[in-house]
């Protein structure tokens, strides 16, 4: 069983950066392609990305290509999204999510408000 924790949120002037970690505190990351998802108030949840188990392959939504980072530290069980030249229109809670086969697993948020 994997327990996923995001943490690394916060408030954020438009054009600032955040570094959001997304945590196995059980189980390990190692065998789990991991996504990020983010949502808005009164919006559908929509993925931004996803990293391979190994980092190999990494995806992005338009929006945030060239902007945001998605890496992994196995050794720490964690993996990053590094965003940077935030904008007002990327607040929302961020999830992470590691799915494979039949397992689907989601951290419980954290939320990232972008404003001046």
């Known amino acids: 069983q994997l327990q996923l924790v995001e943490s690394g949120g916060g408030l954020v002037q438009p054009g600032g950066s955040l570094r959001l970690s997304c945590t196995a505190s059980?189980?390990?990351?190692?065998?789990?392609?991991i996504a990020w998802f983010r949502q808005s108030p009164g919006q559908e949840r929509e993925w931004i990305g996803c990293?391979?188990?190994?980092?190999?392959?990494?995806y992005y939504q338009d929006s945030v290509k060239g902007r945001f980072t998605i890496s992994r530290d196995n050794a720490k069980n964690t993996v990053y999204l590094q965003m940077n030249n935030l904008k007002p229109e990327d607040t929302a809670v961020y999830y992470c999510n590691g799915r494979y086969a039949t397992d689907d697993y989601w951290g419980q948020g954290t939320q990232v408000t972008v404003s001046s």
């Open positions: 990293s391979s188990v190994n980092d190999r392959f990494v």
């Open positions: 059980s189980g390990t990351l190692d065998f789990y392609p």
